[in-house]
């Protein structure tokens, strides 16, 4: 098993910045992809952003590309979330999520962390 805390979201005015962190912990004898998904109050939850175990390759979703840096740690067993130029559209809970690699499906979710972007 794996758990997985996310941290950092808060509320912040248009443009600004915010750095989400998802600090896991458990399993520690495979390696896994991570990956932040969010969801907006009436919406599905939408991919973000997933990097690979050794960071080498990463996938962002076209429309927060060039905003959005993911990033890991693996020695601190972290993955971050760097959001800039925030728009009112980014308002969501911000989920972190890992899947051992090579696998297809998400099976370890926490439990999200909200972030409000203000006009």
């Known amino acids: 098993q794996v758990q997985l805390v996310e941290s950092g979201g808060g509320l912040v005015q248009a443009g600004g910045s915010l750095r989400l962190s998802c600090a896991a912990s458990?399993?520690?004898?495979?390696?896994?992809?991570m990956g932040w998904f969010r969801q907006a109050p009436g919406k599905e939850r939408e991919f973000v952003a997933a990097i690979s175990w050794s960071g080498g390759v990463r996938n962002y979703v076209n429309s927060m590309k060039g905003r959005f840096t993911i990033s890991r740690d693996n020695a601190k067993n972290t993955v971050y979330l760097q959001m800039n130029s925030l728009k009112p559209e980014d308002t969501a809970t911000y989920y972190c999520?890992?899947?051992?690699?090579?696998?297809?499906?998400?099976?370890?979710w926490g439990q999200g962390t909200q972030v409000t972007v203000s006009s």
């Open positions: 999520a890992a899947k051992i690699t090579g696998t297809l499906q998400y099976a370890y």
């Open positions: 458990g399993r520690t004898d495979t390696t896994y992809t």
